[in-house]
């Protein structure tokens, strides 16, 4: 019933992956105009007050605007001739203040030189982590502890240190990035490593030039306009063992170690989840048990993949759905091939990817229909839209959950009406309902656009494949 198309197919299906490409691009690109980040304070963001989701900051971008306070070897003491105290002081939380603008989330990273024993250097990245931000209150008319703070702890910021050295054009740059690369993570093996580099001498090159430029603390924040009408409720912050800068969402979990809270009513603890999702498998119910008038039940496989990133409020999904229903002694038939392909924008974003989305959908599809000996239908038809939805977890694991969606968009087909036997009873055979004279019969001559919905769903979406939480000190 179903001819096999395969070059358009395969055409049509490049160009919706050209099309996804693009749309995840332009996203990320509007995604970013939320947010102003100030010229003479380049480690600043400033939105409006309506914004309710943080910048999402990588690695990459946070070592590159970054502004933080340096500290003596081996110790912890905030120095007061440092520049970024006069400048924070003196000039940028005045400015705040002039604008009215209040504190809505910290990006915070402490980490310690390698000069020195490792389990010091634990020690040193926490504790000067934490004189940052009792630093950062201490001139705010907000307590640190009334907003979300991630915190990551790099005991010896090898990462940076490559940074730093590629940005100063050094000779020994690509020895050590190699050296760093193949360790994947491991700091005491790169350590080992990097003293024995050059006998010893790239190692004492390093500790002179770039190591008091690791003994830091270094923050990103984000700033929004005081909505006075909109009361922000209280939050606890969070500690996380992690490299990457993301949302820790506010959920009782273990302690691993233990600090001094920075006020009375402030809880520190750290992320102690083992995994993060990565790719889920999902099915429409309403596909699987799909029922069709003048037709009848006709259940197909739905089969959809979500992926999802470490942060930010992206992820990609795509899905197929296959039915092949064939009653020949009803002359009834449901056979379609559909391939979608999705870009999802998850409100709560930033690792948690729960809670209402929006998403942009394009789609490809083969068919065969039939109602009947005088209703039958085949084609290939293709579309595009935007949607709505909402995801809920159905256990506390949060790897099983339940969503609801609709989408609205336009499909268009070409097709051909068959028919069975062409008035004749005898031959067993259909033919395509056309009464016109052959040497100009053309296949796909009649055309339809629909506008409006386009699919609705119930999903049950469950995560088959993680990423694990890298431990600290990793990157």
Known sequence: MIRQYTCVLRSFLCAIFIVLVHASALAHKLDSLLYKQLVDYPFVFVSDSIVTTPPVITDSLFDEIARGIRFQVNRTEL???????????????????????????IFVKGAASPEGPYDNNVRLSRERTKRLIEFLSSNLSQPIADRPTNTSFVTEDYAYLVKLMQQAGDKDYGKVKTIWDACKGNERLCKKKLRALNGGRTWRRLVKEYFPTLRQSRMVLWFALNPHHIPVPKQRYYFADKADMQIVPSIPVL???????????????????????????????????????????????????????????????????????????????MQIRDLQLELRRYFK?????????????????VYGIGFGKTKGWEGEGGGAGVGVGHTWALNKRGNLRLEASINFGAFITRYDPYIYSNGNNTDGKYYYDYQGAVSKFKERNHQFVWLGPTNAGLHITYDIFYRKHRKEGSR
Do not use: C
Request: glycine share 6%; charged share 15%.
């Open 255 to 333: 302690p691993t170690f233990s600090m001094e809270p920075v006020s009375t009513d402030t809880v520190v603890v750290a992320q102690d989840s083992p995994r993060r999702h990565m790719i889920a498998l999902r099915t429409n119910l309403l596909h699987d048990f799909l029922y069709v008038p003048q037709f009848g039940f006709a259940p197909g496989a739905n089969v959809q993949l979500e992926y999802y990133p470490l942060s930010g409020h992206y992820t990609m999904n795509a899905g197929f759905t296959f039915t092949n229903h064939r009653h020949w002694d009803t002359h009834k038939f």
């Open 349 to 365: 974003g930033v690792g948690q990817f729960i809670g209402t989305f929006l998403n942009a959908y394009v789609e490809g599809m």
């Open 79 to 105: 120095q007061a001739a440092d520049p970024f105290i006069s400048l924070y002081n003196d000039s940028l939380v005045p400015w705040l203040k002039d604008n009215n603008l209040i504190l809505r989330e």
